[in-house]
């Protein structure tokens, strides 16, 4: 059927971030959209949210938001981060701004929040019904069959004959059903590291002990720990530790070798953490996964989204985000028409290649974070890259900037970025203070290097 043909009713597996969403979408192109979720409806009941409690949406997560009325309401529940503020072991406080000014900034929201106001969105356009507690089991997506279990009942059923959206997340059955289709590949690498969540609370008067706009970090080589603010005035920190080795999750087995290593390590985090060792001992740890795919649809039958497609390691902020984008390309093409699976083909074409780009560039940031921020040359090369971005607009561009301030291709940001970097790198040789920046030099750098890249695409 043509997907502009109205009132299509059509499957969306999984009303996480992403399958919310698209839900909205799809509901505004006058499809009936059932949403099949294994959870409970954690509006009604108090569940893990799972994952991350907060998370940063950016620009290519917002703009999502705003095609669909929803960006307004969500920064009202946002708490803008303007910059980095690195924890050194020893000594002061560091900070760096994300962008070459206050504007250009990330926003921490709450996971579960942002998760419920998605689907009540979704049900608020009357075309969406979200089914709670019905798990995908399996699927044979060449004859447009799903295998549903009632997490209620543990009854099995089959559904069929609708167009089927695996929204389903990194471990998604949807995606597993397309591994039965020949040519399929996959692969799924997971991180040698693991990450707890702890939480600061809030200080008298529900008070931020620690500065509210900013992501903080305290970059320790193989690991690290970061923190961004509740509306609350809590802080949700994240520490990213390797599964073994010396310092690892095995070895912090015990209470004193924790609190041990905290106070070596985070000694001011520690402060604020009143349950650290009743917390780290409780929670969960959590794993990580890069996840790649192609093709990411079985014709017109059934295409996967957001993490069930390309699943990356949080280092960059962009997971949602990406997953969010998927849908801003979708909805253009469910604008122009045509059957489901040229539409298909043609949302894999445009966003396999991006996805992998910012995968590739998640797993990168790791490095960058845990091991560079802290260092001298890195905070210089920072401030160097500032000095350029305000001096040249529109001409100098910097990495970070295009992927977390612009809708720029991940793909596009990936490469102009290394030669960004390579630039803002060749001018901090020698350097000690930003301000004596070469800028007749930068200029013509930038002039030979980066501004005919950039009107080559
Ligand atoms: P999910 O959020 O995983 O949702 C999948 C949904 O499908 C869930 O509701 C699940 O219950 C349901 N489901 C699963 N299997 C089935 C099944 N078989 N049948 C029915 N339903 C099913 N991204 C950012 O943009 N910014 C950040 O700052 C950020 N921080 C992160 C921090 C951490 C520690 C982690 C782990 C991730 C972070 N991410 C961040 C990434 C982000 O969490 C994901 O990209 C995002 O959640 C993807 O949304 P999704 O809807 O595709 O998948």
Redo the contacts with the bound molecule.
Sequence with gaps: MPVGERNEAVTV????????LLSVFLARRGHTVEV????PDMRREVIDA???I?????TR?LYALRQVGLEEEALRHAIPMRGRMIHPPKGALMYQPYGRDDSQHINSLS?AWL?KFLMSAAEATGKVRIRFR????GADLDQGVLT?VDEATGEERREEGRVVFG????????RQALEKVPGFESTAETLGHG?K?LTIPPGPGGAFQMEKHALHIWPRGTYMLIA?PNEDGSFTC?LFLPWKGPVSFESLDSPARLEAFFEEQFPDAKALIPDLTQAFFARPT?S?VTVKCAPWNVGGKAVV????AH??V?FF???????FEDCTVLEGLLGKGGDWETLFGELARLRKTNADAIADMAVENFVEMRDSTGNPRFLLEKAVEKVLLNTFPGEFVSRYSMVSFSRVPYRLAYEVGAIAGGIVSELSEGLTRAEDVDLERAKRLIHERLVPFMKEH
């Design positions: 597996v999984g009303a996480g971030l992403v399958g919310s099949l979720e294994r959870r799972g994952r991350s907060n998370l940063a949406i950016s997560g996971r998760n019905q798990r995908v089991s549903v929204t389903d997340g990194s471990g998604s059955a949807v990450y969540e961004l994240t959590g990580m989204l957001g993490d069930a699943a990356i949080p902020g962009q997971g949602m985000n990406c997953g």
